[in-house]
């Protein structure tokens, strides 16, 4: 069941990043999540709306229409909406008919991403939209994009929390010759770490440290539902307690990690590198910003690759072995998190 491949294998009960904030204006944008054709635009007063993006009337997408200040009016009839998703504006009608509406998706900015609820509104608490607080936290510097990555959501997943292909893929001269932690099971979420004791560090950390003496270094990926992973890669001088979570003496940076499914064979990936040194310098963070977009490159090629090879092969399984012990979690965590909304059958 780890890998064949289904539709709508996502919680749907849940916040998902839908744009960064800097994506949200007073025009439309398109986008599909979670197999929902989404219309998203910034009202007058900066609140952002998120729409069905299907005219009630003849189904146009309405991100093929234009706003009126805050209305939006489809290219089509001249239906208009307000940011509620109701019809205000019904062409030769003295009114619009009360039942004219879309859907309107619950909607919140935070961390620099909009975030929308997929599931019931009613249920749309924002207290449990995802933490990355380090996009926009003063003790942070933080820079992202998007990527359209053509793969299943968890194929991405499964590549964020997994370590062992640092070597084959990004061809580091590193040889991570070692098994991480292993890995710590909560609630939501799944941590794995990777701990290096008294090693010399690479040359940026050398050069942001100012020193070439030995360190410890640190990788955590933490993964938590329904589809964030966090990254945190840190260094400390060798026994200032860096490995034990004293950050006092160290520098660290994560890549933070938002992918939202968009169909079953696509996903929107909103990335970002923060950190917590040098946070005046804006070329430091456009560096920073450039060097993930390029580490990322060699990961799509492979995971639109292996999404194909899983299109041609239906119903066969990936498989686990040793390093996916944090992978493995982290897809039973989303497999409960289905059994719960009850959309997938209780196993047997
Ligand atoms: S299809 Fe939208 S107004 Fe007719
Ligand atoms: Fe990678």
Known sequence: MTGSLQH???????????????????????????????????????RVVALHDECWHRMLPLSMGTLVGDELRCGYHGLRYDGFGQCVFMPWEDKPRPDACVRSFPAVERHRLIWLWMGDPRKADPALIPDLHWNDDPGWAADGRVSRVGCNYKLLIDNLLDFSHENVVHGSDEDIGFLPDPPIREQRSVSVALRQENVEAPPFWQRELGSTDNVDRWLISRFVLPSIVTTEVGVAPTGAGGLTGNRNA?????????????TAV??????????????????????LRERVASIFEPDQV???????????????????????????????????????????????
């Open 266 to 287: 696509s996903c929107n990936y909103f990335w970002s590198f923060s950190r917590d040194f040098r946070l005046r310098s804006q070329a430091l963070t456009s560096t």
């Open 250 to 262: 160290s520098l660290s940076g994560f890549v933070l990690s938002a992918v939202t499914p968009e």
């Open 302 to 348: 492979v995971l639109e690759a292996q999404q194909c090879s899983m299109e041609r092969n239906p119903g066969r399984d990936l498989r686990n072995i040793n390093v996916d012990s944090a992978v493995r979690i982290a897809r039973e965590l989303i497999e409960e998190a289905l059994l719960e909304e009850g959309r997938l059958a209780q196993p047997r």
């Open 8 to 46: 709508r294998d996502y919680p749907l009960e849940a916040w998902y990043a839908a744009a960064w904030d800097v994506e949200a204006k007073p025009e439309l944008l398109a986008r599909t999540i979670c197999d929902t054709p989404i219309v998203l635009y910034r009202r007058s007063d900066d």
